[in-house]
């Protein structure tokens, strides 16, 4: 495990030296680790040249296998740690703007002996703490990557876009999507595939790049800025309001999809009884959401 965790660094840098520095090791030690994977395996992972650093066919092949591997390696450390625990425990991870206090609380009214644990996610982690151990359970966003997850749909919300409150379009009631044509995404454009399709920034070489984005605070204050609009669920806009932002219905835009999900090879009781809970407690159309007013 050590050695592939050293290879996942090495191949996710494509450069011994800032692997090395990644993983707090000197860059002979990883490398003879890295000499010694490809010993154990009998082939080449890496080619190495004047060039630089580049995965093999083989590297490549273990890269893809290797992620998932050290996830449930890591999960499997956490839930035997847990099940030494006195008391039972339940992580639940939930994305932003969604409140689960309906199913927990009807969770622990069947279970008052465990102890239930809340994880706030993201778009980039909400999958990954189901797989490496962090959260038994989440609430989640799709899409996601479904495999080696059960997934079980809980309901359907529209997502609004977010536009600074001195926008030329912020007086309005609402929106096409054909008017934010124009505007530059801060987010993957595959996530928003109805602005995609119109968006004039993507035709070309024009897009301006978008920094890294890992939270809805950090959306909202590039919003409020002007550097560009984003797309959110609609709880999650009612949730994080502020003055300077105006969040309004885009006619033409899909609905987010909440669901449940955990992974599938889990047997866990405490897992079925949550998503029960959560099923008929959450599991309805939200019809009481209003965007506040601007």
């Known amino acids: 495990m050590r050695k592939l965790r050293y290879f996942v660094a090495v191949a996710e840098e494509l450069h011994f030296g800032r692997a090395a ?7 002979p030690v990883l490398s003879r680790q890295i000499r010694s994977l490809e010993d154990d395996l009998g082939v080449e992972v890496f080619d190495r040249d004047r060039r630089g650093t580049l995965l093999t066919p083989a590297g490549r092949q273990l890269l893809e296998d290797a992620v998932p591997l050290l996830a449930s390696a890591q999960a499997l450390i956490r839930r035997v740690k847990a099940a030494a625990q006195d008391t039972p425990t339940l992580t639940i991870g939930f994305m932003p703007g969604i409140t689960v206090t309906p199913a927990t609380s009807a969770f622990t009214a069947r279970h008052p002996g465990v102890n239930v644990r809340l994880l706030r996610t993201s778009w980039e982690d909400q999958v990954e703490v189901l797989l490496d151990g962090r959260a038994d359970i989440g609430v989640v966003r799709l899409p996601i990557d479904q495999r080696g997850l059960q997934v079980r749909p809980l309901f359907q919300e529209p997502r609004v876009v977010m536009l600074p409150a001195g926008h030329r379009l912020a007086d309005r009631a609402a929106v096409t999507v054909r008017d934010l044509a124009s505007e530059h995404l801060l987010q993957d454009p595959d996530a928003v595939p109805e602005w995609r399709d119109v968006a004039l920034e993507l035709r070309g070489k024009r897009r301006p790049e978008v920094p890294a984005i890992h939270q809805v605070e950090e959306k909202l204050e590039l919003v409020a800025s002007g550097a560009g609009i984003c797309v959110l669920p609609l709880s999650t806009a009612t949730f994080y ?21 955990w992974v599938a090879t889990r047997r866990s009781s405490l897992i079925r009884d949550f998503a029960e809970a959560a099923a008929e407690t959450l599991g309805r159309p939200r019809t009481d959401e209003q965007l506040p007013a601007h």
Do not use: F, K, M, Y
């Not at 520095?21 to 860059?27: C, D, F, K, T, Y």
């Not at 502020?242 to 999900?261: C, K, M, S, T, Y």
């Open 21 to 27: 520095e990644r993983l707090h090791i000197a860059q």
């Open 241 to 261: 309001t502020r003055p300077d932002v105006v969040p309004l219905p885009v006619e033409g835009l899909g609905p987010n999809e909440v669901a449940l999900a």
